[in-house]
């Protein structure tokens, strides 16, 4: 899949109102190789991602944000649960209601080992639920989410091209049966969901409507 | 003081604050993420964590003085003390925050009080602590010396 030679260019987002951890998470992904912007909040996080409210509607409607999004291309984000305004739940809502946004793999940190917390934040759609302090090996099940979203993307341009690399659907459709298992298993195991996540593949997404779009060329 | 003995008493000094618990793993994290590209890295978000801890602690003093207290809010001031301090390992401060917010759930004034005391307890010393550990690293490095970090052997 070429993941060497696009490893680098993985560009997280992270949001979080604490400088302080906002320094600690900013150091953590540099270590591993990341490149990363920081905000302090959920409604500059949507700021810099071009969101805007219309997304739903409309689509193919430019962005209103001029610079931000194509230059920029966030390949995951990383927030904070607990924030004054906008929570870290309600920014992964937003995202994953905008057409443009919801490809983006969402993982949530938080301090508090809420087991209905963290339920709501997977149904939602998070890939992730990190608690904090955020440790150098959690990193480690970031960069499975960011491959999959290039692997994705990847066919959407190839959509454009009129072409498509059966290897890498079959690639897809492993991802989904184990996202299956996977789910079937949390049913009863939210709160184990850290210790779980260490053993199991970390592959666990949200209901794919790209693949369709990949699937109709 | 010759840079070897520096170096031992660093050591010595560093091990000591683990094994009474002011400090727990997450320091070490943080240690681990200081390298030639950052070697001020742990100056400067332990330096964030006084920032934090002093206009928190400010905070609670205040929201606990009042006439009738706000329990919310103090508990969102502990909330963040207590992010704060496992952010960078400050274990006993982290400790005594939990224990507060008990308090603060029970409503217990009297309890808060006290307990925040022993949070400013717990913090004055991790801070002198971390000062102490800092100016011998710089007294290491002012003498051509560096941090032996590979020989705390965690």
Redesign the interface.
């Known amino acids: 899949m070429g993941m060497a030679a696009t490893e680098s260019q993985f560009h997280v987002l992270a949001v979080d109102d ?4 906002r ?2 998470i900013e ?2 992904l540099k ?1 591993s190789s990341y490149q990363v912007t920081t905000v302090d909040s959920g409604s500059k996080a949507l700021e810099f991602l071009g969101f805007h409210e219309d997304d739903q509607i409309n689509p193919d409607s430019p962005s209103i944000s001029p610079n931000n999004h194509q230059e920029a291309e966030v390949n995951l984000i990383i927030t904070d649960y ?1 924030m004054p305004g906008m929570t870290g739940y309600d920014l992964l809502k937003k995202i994953k209601e905008s057409s443009s946004l919801r490809n983006i793999p969402v993982v949530i940190m938080s ?1 508090e080992n809420v087991p209905s917390r963290i339920t709501r934040c997977l149904e939602e759609g998070a890939e992730e639920f990190f608690l ?2 955020v ?2 090996s959690d990193l480690k099940r970031l960069r499975p989410h960011m491959v999959k979203t290039k692997v994705k993307d990847q066919n959407l341009d190839k959509k454009q091209e009129n072409q498509e690399n059966p290897e890498e659907k079959l690639d897809k459709q492993e991802i989904q049966s184990e996202k299956l298992q996977q789910q079937q298993q949390m049913g009863n195991n939210n709160n184990k969901r850290k210790a779980m996540e260490e053993s199991l593949s970390p592959d666990r997404t949200r209901p794919r409507y790209s693949n369709g779009v990949a699937t109709v060329v | 003081m010759e840079v070897g003995q520096m170096q031992r008493q660093w050591l010595d000094y560093t091990k000591s604050l683990f094994l009474e618990g002011f400090l727990d793993g ?1 320091f070490l ?2 240690q ?2 200081q390298d030639e590209s ?1 070697p001020d ?1 742990v100056v ?2 332990v330096s ?2 006084f920032e ?1 801890s002093e206009k928190l602690l400010n905070d609670l003093t205040s929201a606990l003085g009042q006439q009738s207290v706000d329990f919310k809010r103090v508990d969102a001031h502990v ?2 003390l ?3 301090s ?4 400050a274990q006993r401060v982290k400790n005594a925050c939990i224990a507060l917010r008990n308090y603060c759930e029970e409503q217990n004034i009297e309890g808060c009080i006290g307990c925040l005391q022993q949070v400013k307890h717990e913090y004055n010393m991790v801070k002198n602590k971390l000062e102490n550990l800092f100016r011998l690293e710089q007294q290491i490095v002012a003498a051509g010396g560096s941090i032996p970090m590979t020989e705390l052997g965690f």
């Open positions: 604490s400088l302080l951890d320094k600690l150091r953590l270590t607990c301090s904090k302090p440790q150098l | 997450q994290q943080l681990q993420l950052n890295f400067e978000v964030l964590f934090d909330h963040q207590k992010g704060s496992s952010s960078i390992g």
